[in-house]
């Protein structure tokens, strides 16, 4: 018999018209390109998230506010139900956006001289980060490895130097979509102790797991002795969808560098509006049935997209994106291509992956399955 729980209570197939709300996703194409480019969904942000936002509005004052107790709680019970983590309060920074938190992590550790290293292709504003913190930036690329991307220890051994100071790591990644496995995050830690960096791990899609086999390893907490030279970021906003309110948390053990952290942010980085606050609340609360079914929503959506486009794409093990192989059509101008077939994509040059695509799968279907035929079509070249 069927239990009354396999029912899915998430209408992930309603499409809403987001046309009107100023949606940068929407914006950006004329109504005859469907966008599948920046990292939101087309999808409602579930009513419980919802319904603590219209809680809040209700009071009727939003002045400035300080982060409140019961989200400092249910982002470290989210931790410890998740992960197994226990994480002091102390150790928490809230920051308007996990991008700031990148920023703030290189200003946080910059030396003269110093420099930043990072594994490539990987979500474009990581790539201005050493601008940022005025230091030299280190590329290692991604390779791929039986079927999935994976990182070249060698190659990054090769390239790191004495002056190097943070590794700047995302996982799950952005854009190949690997959740790397506890194997793997061994490694890096071993490579970040080795050579006497700082890490900041970006987690922020850490709970949007589609490759059942897959799961989510936040890497200091696999490898305590990372502690003192940590920050690692979160955030609901992925796969709450609620990108737009802006809020994210650093985790970062060490006293000293968490005091770096903060002095950069100074007149620089705002506070968190207090809907944000409400909302990151509840979403980092939640422990009903939503993300299971959104993730089940997501991998029938990866599973469709895999069909069209083969063996161009590796499969996503985790977040909504996947980073497709087009150099075999030698695109001069990969954009123009797409939006003459009426899609809205992610150009790799803009993750320093030339010659990829990336196709944001978290909508209806119904939208997908438009997407998918000019996808078809583009890259038969028709
Ligand atoms: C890996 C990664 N980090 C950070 C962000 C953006 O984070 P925020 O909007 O909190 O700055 C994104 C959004 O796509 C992302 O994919």
């Not at 589609?210 to 609901?236: D, F, G, N, Q």
Request: proline share 7%; charged share 20%; aromatic share 10%.
């Amino acid at each position: 018999m069927q239990k009354y729980s396999s029912m899915p209570t998430y209408d992930f197939d309603r499409y809403i018209d987001r046309h009107g709300t100023s949606a940068a996703k929407w914006i950006k194409y004329s109504n005859d390109i469907l966008p599948f480019w920046v990292a939101d969904m087309d999808f409602a942000v579930p009513d419980f998230v919802l319904n603590a936002i219209r809680d809040r509005v209700d009071h009727g004052i939003l002045g400035y506010s300080r982060t409140p107790p019961a989200l400092d709680e249910a982002f470290l019970g989210w931790l410890r139900r998740e992960y197994g983590w226990q994480v002091p309060e102390q150790w928490l920074a809230w920051i308007p956006g996990v991008v700031p938190g990148l920023n703030l992590a290189a200003l946080a550790c910059a030396t003269p001289g110093g420099a930043i290293l990072m594994n490539t292709p990987v979500y474009y504003p990581f790539l201005s980060v050493p601008e940022t913190a005025r230091q030299t930036a280190i590329h290692a690329p991604l390779v791929l490895d039986g079927g999935r991307w994976a990182i070249d220890f060698e190659r990054m051994a090769s390239l790191v130097t004495p002056e190097t100071n943070l590794l700047l790591a995302c996982n799950p990644q952005n854009p190949t979509g690997r959740a790397y496995t506890t194997s793997e995050l061994e490694q890096l830690a071993t490579f970040v102790l080795e050579h006497d960096l700082v890490i900041c791990s970006d987690e922020i899609h850490s709970s949007i797991v589609i490759e059942e086999h897959c799961s989510h390893t936040p890497i200091v907490a696999l490898v305590p002795e990372l502690e003192p030279r940590s920050v690692s970021l979160y955030a609901a906003s992925k796969s709450y969808n609620v990108p737009g309110l802006s809020c994210a948390v650093a985790v970062i053990p060490n006293a000293g560098l968490r005091r770096r952290f903060q002095q950069a942010r100074a007149g620089l980085v705002g506070g968190i509006s207090p809907l944000a606050y409400a909302a990151a609340q509840a979403a980092f609360a939640d422990e009903g049935p939503y993300l299971s079914e959104l993730c089940t929503y997501l991998r029938a959506n990866h599973d469709a997209l895999k069909t069209v486009v083969g063996n161009r794409m590796t499969n996503v093990e985790a977040t909504y994106l996947a980073w497709i192989d087009v150099r075999d059509l030698g695109l001069e101008n990969p954009e123009a291509y797409f939006t003459g077939h009426g899609l809205g994509l992610s150009i790799g040059e803009q993750f320093a992956g030339p010659g990829f695509i990336r196709f944001n799968f978290a909508c209806p279907r119904i939208t997908l399955d438009t997407g998918l035929e000019r996808l078809e079509r583009a890259l038969r070249g028709a």
